[in-house]
């Protein structure tokens, strides 16, 4: 089977780029590729591809990702790469709350498209879940920041 077969587009992108055997690539060329479209991904909705999205719509999808994933479990991503919500299982809601201000700035700011963090309320919802909510500031504009940490073990 092939392993490209579970990926579904449905938008096709006209803007490959096929290099021909005599093609060179050099590391400057790579250098201006990133320059060019830092923040270009796939546009993922409902568990779909959909085509691709840059700067503010990526950087929308690069907050959520950084928030969902846990720091230091998936070798793909860098050591700085994620958070350390899973650092607060099991500790008291009063720390938690400290901590969890700390960590999301943390966790965004090693981004380099983050300026900066502003959080407005965290707020507990139930007797292990905090509600986070505040300003992500980006070199694309602001995102806002509405998301839940849970700190029980289950």
Known sequence: MDEDSNIIVTEDDDNDIEL???DV???EDDDEVLEDEPTLTFKVENGRIRGKVDEQAAMVQ????ILQTERLVYPIYTEQYGNDFNDLIGKNM???KVEVDRMLKEALLADDRVTDVQIDEIE???RD???VKGTCFTVFGKIN?????DIDES
């Open 62 to 65: 690069a907050v959520d990702k």
């Open 145 to 149: 920041i509405d998301s839940e940490v």
């Open 124 to 126: 507990q919802i139930n």
């Open 25 to 27: 690539d050099t590391e």
């Open 129 to 131: 879940t905090l509600q």
């Open 20 to 22: 021909e055997d005599n």
């Open 94 to 96: 009063g720390y938690a």
